[in-house]
Structures are given as structure tokens and as C-alpha cells.
Nanobody, 126 residues
Framework: QLQPVESGGGSVQAGASLKLSCSAS????????VAWFRQPPGKGREFVALIKWSGGDTDYEDSVKGRFTISRDKAKNTVFLQMSRLKPEDTAIYYC???????????????????WGQGTQVTVSS
């Protein structure tokens, strides 16, 4: 059972940067599409960014375009989410999710992802 593990969350001031990591010990993680979702306080979980298993295609939610960058390092079995110019509305629990079927089309929907991490808290104060 593939188990993604997130790290890198924390509390920062508005305008700061954070880099989240999502790692898995299984080599099959490198054959997964991977997405980041987030759940703001009192709200539902929402899509943030995704990257194709090959690393060639990415997609972002409109409010993070130009501020967040998703990437992956296959040698390290890790996907990153570089977050810059953070805003208080970015405050949320951030989850990493993996789609175990590399042949699936890319999706921003939660139900496309088979494996989920436990989440990491990001808090941005004004």
C-alpha cells in the first residue's frame, strides 16, 4: 500500500515562502500522477496543483497560479510544492494524493486519487 507522507508545513507571515514535500518509500510513487489538495478551516477540501507521472504536465488552481510551483524529483521519490507570496487565505491543511494508474487522464477531482497523506498544516498570518 503506497503511503505518501507530507512535510514542510508551518506558520509564516504573509508574503513569505514555504516548500512542501511529499515522499513515499515505494518506487511505484514515481509512476503516479500526484496532486496537492488543501482544506481551509471550516471548508471542504479543494484542488491546488497536480503533476503528471512523467513530470511533463502540471495544472494549478487559479488563485495559486504564478505563486505556487509543483515539481518532482524521481531520484528522491518526492513531489514538491513551492509556495511563494503566501496569503492568509492560503491557510489550510495541505494533503498530497497519488493516482496509482499512470494511464489515467489528469484530474483535479479528489476521487481520482487512490492514496492520501495525513496532511501538513500551513498557517499564514497577516
Amino acid at each position: 500500500q503506497l503511503q505518501p507522507v507530507e512535510s514542510g508545513g508551518g506558520s509564516v507571515q504573509a508574503g513569505a515562502s514555504l516548500k512542501l514535500s511529499c515522499s513515499a518509500s515505494e518506487a511505484t510513487f514515481n509512476n503516479c500522477h500526484v496532486a496537492w489538495f488543501r482544506q481551509p478551516p471550516g471548508k471542504g477540501r479543494e484542488f491546488v496543483a497536480l503533476i503528471k507521472w512523467s513530470g511533463g504536465d502540471t495544472d494549478y488552481e487559479d488563485s495559486v497560479k504564478g505563486r505556487f510551483t509543483i515539481s518532482r524529483d524521481k531520484a528522491k521519490n518526492t513531489v514538491f510544492l513551492q509556495m511563494s507570496r503566501l496569503k492568509p487565505e492560503d491557510t489550510a491543511i495541505y494533503y498530497c494524493a497519488a493516482d496509482g494508474n499512470w494511464w489515467d487522464p489528469l484530474s483535479t477531482k479528489e476521487d481520482a486519487y487512490d492514496y492520501w497523506g495525513q496532511g501538513t498544516q500551513v498557517t499564514v498570518s497577516s
